[in-house]
C-alpha cells in the first residue's frame, strides 16, 4: 500500500492503471450531472440572471486543469479517508436524490460539492480534496440560488438601486421621480427589473473577485477576505451607475435606445466599473498591508 | 504505482445507484389528470348572499412582465370586484395552477405586492376557519400612497392549505412518493380600508359565504381536507 509514500514528487509518468479509478469516478459523475446540467441550460442558465453557471463550471474544470499535476502527486502520497469521507459522500448522494425528486434545483446542483469532495476522499484521501478545495468551493457560484433566497434579497436590492438612481439623477437636476421600484424621468417610466436588482452581478463579481485573488495568491488571509467583503458594496456601487445610464439614455435619445443596445452595453459598463473599483481598492488594501508586512518582518 | 480500484468502483456504484433512483422515483404524472378539473370563470358564483359582481369595477391589469411571469405559473386566473347592498367592494382573486412544484408554485403574495411598489405591513399568519375548515393563512396590510389595502390569502395544494415553505415541501414529497405532481389554488381577497380589523373579519365572512356556495367537490379543494 504504501509503497509510494517516499516519492511525493511529482510523477509525470502517469499510465493508464492510475488513470482508471479517476475514469471511473468521472463516468458516475457525468451520468449524475448529466442530466442536471441539460436541465439547467433550458431553464435558470437561459436567463440573464443566472446566464454565468456554464461559465463558472468551465473555469473550475481549467483550476482542475491547472492543479492535475499536484492533484496527482497527493493521490500517490495519501491514504483514502475512512469514515468521513463516506459520510459526505453519502451526504452528496442524498441531496442529490431529494433534489431531483422534488425538483429543486438548488438541491440538484449544490450536491455536486459535498460529492466531489465525498468521491475524492473515498478514493484518494483528503489531501487530494485539499488540493482540489478552491476549484470545488467555487462551484457554489454556478448553484442556483433557491427562489426564496433571491425573492427575499432582490426586492430591497431594487428599491435600493432605485432610490439612489433617483436621488443622484436629481440632485443633479433631471425630472425624475420613483414610486417603488417604477422611475419616472420627463415623459418616460422605466421598471425596474429583477435583473437590474444587481443580485446576480454581486454573485459574479464576488466569483470574478475570488478567482482573481485566487490567481493572484495574497498571502494574507485577512486580505483576501475584506478584499471579498468589499466587493459587495463595490458591485451595488457599479450597479447604481448602470441603471443610471440606462435612466439617461432613455431620457436623452427615447425609449428604444434604452432597451435596445445601449441595455447590453450598460451591463458590460457595470462589469468594467467593478472589476477596475476591485483592482483599485486591492492595489490600496496591498499598500497598507505590504507596509505592515514590512514593519513585522 | 497502486490505487485502489476497490473503493472508486463502490462511488461509482452508488452514484449511478443514486441517478437510477432519481430517474425512476421523479413524479411526471399531474394531479390535475386524474380528477375532473374546474373552470373557475363558471364555476365561480357571480352573485351569493348580499354579493354581486361590481360590472362598473374593471381591476387594473397586471404590468406586461408580471402578466408573462404570472401566465408561465397559472393555468387560470379569476380577478373580479363584488359589491353588497351597502356599496361596500371587494377583490377576489383566484388562480389555479397545475403543477405546483419547485418553480412553478403559487408566489407568495406579500411578495407581489411589494414587487408593486406596496409597503407590507402586518404580515402575519394564523388559521382561519372557513366554510367550517380550519385554513391556515395570511393577513398583511399592502400600502401605496394613499390606497391602503388588508388582504387575505392562503395557498392550497393537492387537497391541503398549505403555508409555510416547509409544508408547501413536504406536501409536495408525499405527492412526489405517490408518483405525482399536486396542483394547487391561490385564494386571495382584498378590500380597500384604513381599518384593518373590520377589513379582515369582512373579507372572513365574505369568503366564507363564497365557499359555502361553490360546488362542494371544489370548496373541498380551495379550503383542503381537514373539514
Known sequence: MNTMAGSGAVSPTRNLHSMLPLAMLAFGFSVMFGPVFYKLAQTVWNTDEQGHGPIILGVVVWLLWLRRDALHAAALAGQPAGISGWVVLLLGLLTYVVGRIQNIVTFEMGAAIPLLVGMLAVSFGWRVVRVAAFPIFFILFAVPLPGAVVDALTQPLKQAVSWAAEGILYAMGYPISRTGVILRVGQYQLLVADACAGLNSMFTLEALGLLYMNIVGHTSKLRNVLLAILIIPMSFFANIIRVMILVLVTYHFGDEAGQGVVHGAAGMVLFGVALLLMFIIDGILGFFFRNREGKTA | ?227
Open chain 2, 1 to 227: 504505482m497502486k490505487v485502489s480500484l476497490v473503493r472508486p468502483l463502490i462511488v461509482l456504484l452508488l452514484m449511478l445507484g443514486a441517478a437510477a433512483l432519481s430517474v425512476l422515483a421523479v413524479p411526471t404524472r399531474l394531479l390535475a389528470d386524474s380528477r375532473p378539473g374546474f373552470d373557475l370563470e363558471s364555476s365561480i358564483p357571480k352573485a351569493f348572499g348580499d354579493w354581486k359582481v361590481d360590472p362598473f369595477m374593471i381591476p387594473i391589469p397586471p404590468s406586461p412582465d408580471q402578466e408573462s411571469a404570472m401566465s408561465k405559473i397559472y393555468d387560470q386566473i379569476l380577478s373580479r370586484t363584488y359589491v353588497n347592498s351597502k356599496g361596500e367592494r371587494i377583490m377576489l382573486s383566484i388562480t389555479y395552477g397545475s403543477k405546483q412544484n419547485q418553480q412553478m408554485r403559487a408566489h407568495r403574495q406579500e411578495v407581489c405586492y411589494s414587487a408593486q411598489g406596496f409597503r407590507i405591513s402586518q404580515l402575519q399568519r394564523l388559521p382561519l376557519t372557513v366554510a367550517g375548515a380550519t385554513v391556515p393563512s395570511a393577513r398583511m396590510v399592502a400600502t401605496q400612497g394613499q390606497r391602503i389595502e388588508p388582504v387575505t390569502y392562503w395557498f392550497t395544494m393537492g387537497d391541503d392549505a398549505v403555508m409555510s415553505y416547509l409544508d408547501r415541501e413536504l406536501t409536495q414529497l408525499r405527492y412526489a412518493l405517490a408518483g405525482k405532481i399536486p396542483d394547487g389554488y391561490l385564494v386571495r381577497v382584498s378590500s380597500l380600508s384604513s381599518n384593518p380589523t373590520e377589513a379582515f373579519e369582512q373579507q372572513l365572512r365574505f369568503v366564507d359565504a363564497l365557499m359555502m356556495s361553490v360546488d362542494p367537490e371544489l370548496r373541498r379543494r380551495f379550503v383542503g381536507s381537514s373539514a
